[in-house]
């Protein structure tokens, strides 16, 4: 007798914003990129990053999100070489099958497309294929969130991405708001 096969649950997942493996990358000592080449300063805010996606890395139950069409992994390697440690994460989470893949659909200039209200919400064009990712996984059954280490226009989007059920998990999320203020003015929310 055959049984019925129901839904399959996909493993929690995030989608990790580039910045997060530059951050990261800059902390380890054994790879090329350099502190100078993130906005983070403290030695000790980049360390927290490089233990995130460390231990990211180490378990199996956290699979990253990337698309077939390489979109997302294309902004990877243009920002960072194959001896990154950012990039030997993606690709140790490739190697063992801890990702899920998601297609995206793009616009006519290449950029992921995104709903109406989010696309207002979502300016950095770039960053909308990340938020496109995440929200393919989610609808895949995934509990996806997306990780932000340095970015401030994820707090711009936030509230947006909240309504379509998007969490926005901010690694350093006191620096980031005392950037983000800086950027805006002591007096601007931005939720």
């Not at 493993?11 to 983070?40: K, M, Q, W, Y």
């Not at 199996?60 to 990039?87: F, M």
């Not at 294929?129 to 994820?154: F, R, Y």
Request: net charge negative; aromatic share 6%.
């Amino acid at each position: 007798m055959a049984e019925a096969c129901g839904p399959q649950t996909l493993p929690a997942s995030r989608l990790v914003d580039t910045n997060v493996l530059i951050v990261a990358s800059a902390a380890d000592a054994g790879s090329p990129f350099r502190a100078e080449g993130t906005p983070v300063d403290d030695a000790a805010l980049r360390q927290r990053v490089f233990d995130w996606l460390e231990a990211f890395e180490a378990d199996p139950t956290r699979h990253a999100v990337l698309d077939a069409g390489w979109q997302v992994c294309g902004e990877y390697g243009h920002k960072l070489s194959e001896q990154d440690y950012g990039w030997l994460v993606m690709m140790h989470k490739i190697d063992h099958n801890e990702v899920v893949w998601v297609d995206l659909q793009p616009d006519a200039d290449g950029n992921a497309v995104l709903p109406p209200a989010l696309a207002s919400a979502v300016t950095d064009l770039a960053d909308r294929k990340m938020v496109a990712a995440a929200l393919a996984a989610l609808a895949l059954g995934s509990a996806c969130q997306l990780t932000n280490a340095s970015d401030t226009d994820w707090l711009d989007c936030q509230q947006a991405l909240r309504t379509v059920g998007l969490e926005v998990e901010n690694l350093l999320h006191d620096w980031l708001v005392a950037r983000w203020h800086t950027k805006h003015g002591k007096k601007a929310r931005y939720d």
